[in-house]
């Protein structure tokens, strides 16, 4: 039982470049998120899926698409990065329960840097 | 707008003091989470609080919940290094197809020997 993993760890990117950050969880989760981690703020959501075939924009989302493929797959993309993008993205996923309500089980995380 | 706000934002402790984190967020919410991570790791989930008087306890780390206060503690008891981590509290934000967790901007935890 994986949880959520996440691909590339690290990536350098030049400013103008694109890229696609995956994510897969195997947790039959329902709701996926993508956040940013910047020093101090906290984290920020950049865009969620509640469900297969649904997206919504979070805090964030100017600058980024995401798709979400399958149940199982939500995935992050830059067209044209900025170093204002530079940043740890971290992938979560989440289903209500009455125990543990919308508790979110996160990634590993990528850092990207944009030079 | 639903903010979260946790004070303080750096904490410098002893071993074996005891102190206080505090989560405070501004509009109603009625479940609230912890979260710990380790530098250059990911977020671990601590605690789920899901209702008002909350109160969850896991070895020297206590978590309540006042959510007519909108207020959530994180008490550290006899601190030991290993706790020293960034804790992030999270308030959950109702609306739309799903609730989101609105982070705190963390609290950087340093217990020193």
């Known amino acids: 039982n994986a949880g959520v993993t996440q691909t590339p760890k690290f990536q350098v990117l030049k400013t103008g470049q694109s890229m696609t950050l995956q994510c897969a969880q195997d947790?039959?989760?329902?709701?996926m998120y993508w956040y940013r981690q910047d020093p101090g703020m906290g984290l920020r959501l950049i865009y969620y899926?509640?469900?297969?075939?649904?997206?919504d924009k979070g805090e964030v989302p100017n600058g980024y698409n995401v798709s979400r493929l399958n149940k199982r797959e939500f995935s992050l993309r830059l067209e044209s990065a900025a170093p204002s993008q530079t940043s740890v993205y971290f992938c979560?996923?989440?289903?209500?329960?009455?125990?543990?309500?919308?508790?979110?089980?996160f990634g590993p995380g990528t850092r990207l840097t944009v030079t | 707008e639903l903010k979260v706000e946790q004070n303080p934002l750096f904490l410098s402790m002893q071993e074996g003091k005891n102190y206080t984190i505090y989560c405070n967020y501004s509009?109603?919410?009625?479940?609230l989470y912890w979260y710990r991570q380790d530098p250059g790791k990911s977020l671990e989930s601590l605690f789920v609080?899901?209702?008002?008087?909350a109160v969850k306890q896991e070895g020297r780390l206590m978590a309540s919940l006042d959510t007519k206060a909108r207020l959530s503690t994180l008490h550290i008891t006899a601190a030991v290094h290993d706790l020293s981590a960034t804790y992030f509290c999270?308030?959950?934000?109702?609306?739309?197809?799903?609730?989101?967790?609105?982070f705190g901007t963390g609290t950087l935890l340093a217990v020193q020997p």
């Open positions: 979560a996923s989440s289903d209500f329960s009455g125990l543990t309500g919308y508790e979110q089980y």
């Open positions: 609080l899901l209702s008002n008087g």
């Open positions: 999270a308030a959950e934000k109702y609306g739309g197809a799903t609730n989101k967790l609105i």
């Open positions: 899926s509640a469900s297969e075939g649904t997206t």
């Open positions: 509009t109603t919410s009625d479940r």
């Open positions: 947790m039959n989760h329902n709701s």
